[in-house]
């Protein structure tokens, strides 16, 4: 029996996002908080769509660890597999830098954090089990344990016929190489049945410079999955699918605030989609304009869309 439509696994963290726009950190002074990290972020989004779901992740016994599960629970995620960590290791931070719409960057606080602490034991199969889909993300792969976890994680959803949906989710950052990224995102990718990224994330995947869908899709279906996601900035995004169907989206128009925030919205409403018997087609479009959204307010986790204000933009745009 299952309970939850989706279980994500790995990041959550704080998002501290510059008030002041247009113009540097040097002179920005205030920050306003959130809760950040992809799979929180894809978990937040798909549960304020209505879809019923879990987290499994590792925060920290303090003040922005509370934080971290209140606003989670707040928004209706069952946050009984979140683990305290004991050791002192805190929550990651990102502090974001809104220079103009097409210039933002983020400054991450990523050493010895909390999430990456996540151990395997702290996995539980009986929870696993009733989730029609785990979402994992490559940042939860950077360093033991929590690769480990993550590993676990995917091979105890395997078992029980569940879902392993990867989103990509790559970030510089705690990575020690580019052949280290490729060897456990190859890992994961082959053992999921939906995988998501920009085309960028797929390169570091196959670790090449110039990487092309034909060869992506050509390389990922000799194995489990069944749907490719990439994902080309405003050029939209393409599906491909085992049986050689191709799906173009197109990306909508929004007024850009900000670059970050838009990979997490689009997979929450892509995901929430396909769990609600939508085609593909309409997938993709629902993440292109849940990340449109998201795009043109301050926060990520906090600016994720309803059905009806997705579903607004679609028609507004549809001519």
Same mark, same amino acid.
């Not at 151990?119 to 089990?129: A, T």
């Not at 892509?270 to 939508?278: E, R, S």
């Given at each position: ?111 010895? %954090?909390?999430?990456? @602490?996540?151990?395997?034991? /702290? ?5 696993? =089990?009733?989730? #029609?889909?785990? &979402? ?97 900035? %405003?050029?939209?995004? @393409?599906?491909?699918?085992? /049986? ?5 989206? =197109?990306?909508? #128009?929004?007024? &850009? ?63």
């Amino acid at each position: 029996m299952t309970t939850y439509d989706l279980i994500a696994v790995g990041r959550a963290c704080i998002d501290l996002n510059a008030v002041e726009y247009n113009r540097p950190m040097e002179e920005t002074e205030t920050f306003s908080k959130y809760v950040g990290g992809s799979p929180a972020n894809i978990a937040i989004g798909a549960s304020k769509l209505g879809l019923s779901c879990g987290f499994i992740g590792k925060i920290p016994d303090d003040q922005h660890g509370r934080f971290i599960s209140n606003y989670m629970s707040e928004v209706g995620i069952d946050t009984s597999q979140m683990a305290i960590d004991k050791d002192g290791h805190k929550s990651g931070l990102a502090f974001t830098e809104i220079l103009s719409p097409s210039e933002c960057s983020i400054l991450m606080y990523r050493d010895d %954090v909390a999430d990456l @602490y996540l151990e395997p034991s /702290e996995v539980d199969e009986e929870y696993i =089990k009733q989730a #029609k889909m785990l &979402v994992v993300s490559g940042t939860g792969l950077a360093q033991s344990p929590s690769r480990e976890a993550v590993l676990k994680s995917v091979a105890l959803a395997r078992k029980n016929n569940v879902k392993v949906v990867f989103e990509l989710d790559y970030r510089p950052y705690t990575w020690k190489n580019a052949e280290e990224v490729s060897v456990y995102y190859s890992i994961v990718a082959e053992q999921s049945d939906v995988v998501i990224g920009t085309r960028d994330e797929f390169n570091m995947l196959e670790n090449v410079t110039e990487g092309n869908n034909d060869k992506t899709v050509a390389y990922l279906f000799q194995h489990e999955p069944e749907l490719i996601v990439i994902k080309h900035g %405003v050029e939209g995004s @393409y599906a491909y699918t085992k /049986e050689g169907e191709t799906f173009r989206g =197109k990306a909508y #128009k929004s007024n &850009v605030l900000k670059t970050f925030g838009a990979g997490d919205s689009y997979a929450a409403a892509f995901l929430y989609a396909l769990t609600k018997g939508k085609t593909i087609q309409e997938a993709l479009q629902y993440g292109s304009a849940s990340a449109a959204i998201v795009v043109s307010k301050h926060s990520s986790s906090e600016a994720m869309p309803t059905v009806e204000q997705i579903e607004a933009l679609m028609e507004e745009q549809s001519n």
